[in-house]
C-alpha cells in the first residue's frame, strides 16, 4: 500500500508540474483528493490493514495529500502570478509616447485691449462701470445735449425697437446715468467699456456692432489742460513713451470746446507714411469739456462743477497697435486670426 500511495504521489506531482491552466489544476484534484479520487479510494482500503500498519500507512497517506495539496497550491499560485504578469504586460502604458495635442483657448484680442485700457485708467484712479444696451431715447440722446430733431440725431443711425427703446449707439449713456445717480454732489472719474450698435454696412472699417471706451471726470476745477494730461499719458503707455500727441478742434454736441486727438505716426516718425496717409499724425479719439447742459440735465452745477469727457474704439486702437486691417476679423471668430493674439 505504501508504494502504491507513493506511486499516485509521484503521478499527481507529475501532473501538477506540467498543468497550464487552473481548469487542468482542478481536474487533477477532483482526480487524487477527491470524494472519488484515487487517493480517497486507498485510504478507504485501510480498514483491511492490521492494527500495527494502520497508523503507518495513515501517516504516509497524510503526508501524501499534503504534498499534492501543496503542489496544487504552489501551482496555482504560480499560474496567478503568470497571468498577472502577461494582464500587466497587455496594459503596460508607453508612458514616453507623445500627448494628443489639447485645443487651447486665450482671450480675445478685443478682451485684451479693452482690459488693457482699463487698467491704464484704473491707474489713474478710474472706476469701471457698465449700462444696458438696450437704452431709452432719454439717456441715449436727451441727457446727452441731442435733443429731439437735432441734426445730429442724424448723424447716428439708430437701430431703434420702439419709440422710446433703441439699441445704445454709444456708452455715453452710463456716464448720464452716473451723474443722475450721484445726485449733482460727487466728484468722479469712470470710464464705461461696452458693445454698441448703429445702422452701417460691413466693410473693412465699419461694423454695425463695434465696442467703444468712453471716459468722464467731474470735479470743481477740471481743466482743458486736465484732458490733454490724461490723455497723453494714455497715448504713451499704450503706444510708446516716444509718441507725441496733438489735439484738434472738432465737435461733438455732449462737449464744448471739443476735441480729436492724434498721435505721431511711428512708422515714419512724423514724415509721412502710407500708414498715416502722409500727415505724420494718426487720429485715435475724441473728446472735450462736458457741455454745461449735460452737467446740468444730470444735475450738476455747471457755475461750480467742470468735467472732461473722451470716447475711443477699442478696435481702432487694436488695429492700430497690432496692424489688424479688416474689423471683420473681431467678429468673424476664425481661430487662425484670432490664435494669432493669444498671449502665451
Ligand atoms: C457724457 C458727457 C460727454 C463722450 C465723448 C467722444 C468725444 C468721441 C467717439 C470717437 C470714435 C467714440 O469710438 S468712437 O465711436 N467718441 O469722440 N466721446 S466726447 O462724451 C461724453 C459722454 C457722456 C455725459
Redesign the pocket.
Known sequence: MKEQLEAIQAEALEKVEQAKNPKELQEIRVTYLGKKGSLTKVLKGMGKLSKEERPVVGQIANVVRDAIAKALDDKSEMLEQIALEKQLESEAIDVTLPGRPVNVGGPHLLTSIVEEIEDLFIGMGYEVREGPEVETDYYNFEA?NLPKNHPARDMQDTFYITNELLMRT?T?PV??RT?QEYKGEKPFKMICPGKVYRRDTDDATHSHQFT?I?G?YVDKNVRMSDLKGTLDKFAKKMFGEEREIRLRPSF?P??EP?VEMDISCKVCQGAGCSVCKGTGWIEI????M?HPK?LSM?GYNPEVYSGF?????PE?IAMLKYGVNDIRGFYLNDKRFLKQYHKA
Request: hydrophobic letters at 50%.
Open positions: 446727452l454709444h455715453s456716464q448720464a451723474m467703444q468712453e468722464l461733438f455732449f462737449t471739443s479719439l475724441g473728446g472735450g462736458v449735460v444730470a469727457a473722451f470716447g475711443m474704439g481702432r
